[in-house]
């Protein structure tokens, strides 16, 4: 991927599942929601697998363990193996070896899937700040945690151990709404201490890093529904990234993403890795076209003209909204021609 200024969708003739090795997946919002597969998941998945591509899932979530997760996966009818998931956990255990001697103990305020993570770099991990820790690291820990746990590690942090986050993810959602994520968790102990960890997760390089190192890819395609830690973390891994429209990105914060969160290609869900992807064109007037849709960007709007599939009217949309932007934000209303495609 260039790191030139995107300003429309990319086109493919070939179908993305041959034309990358490897899908980078996010789950939540992509594969499945609250639990359950989304719709069109399973079969996509599959049939790629079919034709060759190799399917990694990965996660900002510390908290489960790669053998749980693929567990989960397998249950919805997904097979897959315990080296198929990659977590924020791995990533930021790796950081952490990287930085402390072999054998040395890390105060972890989080779950089991931190602990696994840490004894798989040859860490130990402890859970008092008495321990004598030579780091702290902190990732999701569920709705139980309990607050004592933070205390742990603003005693440590303040003391001046270095301090480590699998993610910052402020929010997650889960079955009855949008909960506070671990990122929420890691400002109680900023606030307490007034410290800056080190973060691992998406979107920042070492979690890019663990998947690549951990998978082998050589033509990675990021799927992901969130342009804050997927597209993102693509753009800073300059790789190729497939945004799905199932999670949490709907068509106006597409239109108004800065080119960090422009996504290569956009489709409704898994079924667009299965083909390829459809040209998005200048005309002549300034508009772009896709489909039977032409999108041009007036004085203070978006206008959208034509029919056909909504898909190829938000693919035109982007590529009017994001010209206009250039490096900035589209502040153009897009709610009209949104509308109409039902988006």
């Known amino acids: 991927m260039s790191r030139s200024v995107r300003t429309r969708p990319e086109a493919s003739g070939q179908a993305l599942s041959e034309a990358y090795d490897t899908a980078l997946l996010d789950l939540d919002g992509v594969v499945y929601a609250g639990g359950n597969a989304i719709a069109h998941a399973v079969e996509s998945l599959a049939t790629a697998r079919k034709g060759g591509m190799r399917l990694a899932y990965v996660t900002n979530n510390a908290l489960r363990t790669p053998d749980t997760v693929a567990g989960h996966l397998t249950e919805l009818g997904i097979p897959t193996g315990a080296e198929d998931v990659i977590t924020s956990a791995q990533a930021v255990a790796r950081l952490i070896s990287e930085q402390v001697p072999q054998g040395a103990r890390v105060l972890v305020i989080g779950g089991e899937g931190l602990r696994v993570a840490l004894r798989e770099r040859g860490l130990v991990p402890v859970e008092s700040a008495d321990d004598d820790p030579a780091a702290v690291v902190q990732g ?41 994520g671990n990122g929420a968790a890691v400002e109680v102990v900023r606030i307490a201490t007034g410290a800056e960890p080190q973060v691992a997760g998406k979107p920042l390089p070492p979690m890019h890093r663990e998947t690549i190192l951990r998978t082998g890819a050589q033509r990675p395609l990021v799927v992901g529904d969130r342009l804050d830690t997927d597209i993102e973390g693509a753009f800073n891994g300059e790789v190729d990234s497939l945004l799905v429209l199932t999670g949490v990105t709907d068509g106006a ?85 949104l509308a109409r495609l039902g988006l």
């Open 140 to 180: 999701f820990g569920g709705p139980d945690l309990p607050w004592g746990r933070f205390a742990e590690a603003s005693y440590a942090v303040a003391r001046g151990v270095p301090w480590f986050a699998s993610n910052t993810d402020l929010t997650i959602p889960s079955g009855r709404g949008i909960a506070p």
């Open 253 to 337: 914060q597409l239109l108004a993403a800065p080119p960090q969160h422009r996504p290569t290609y956009v489709d409704a869900d898994l079924r667009g890795m299965l083909g390829g992807q459809p040209d998005v064109v200048e005309t002549s007037e300034g508009g772009f076209r896709c489909g039977g849709w032409t999108a041009t960007a007036g004085a203070d709007r978006l206008e959208l003209d034509g029919e056909g599939e909504a898909l190829d009217g938000l693919r035109a949309l982007c590529a009017a909204a994001w010209t206009a932007a250039g490096e900035g934000v589209c502040e153009l209303d897009g709610e009209k021609a």
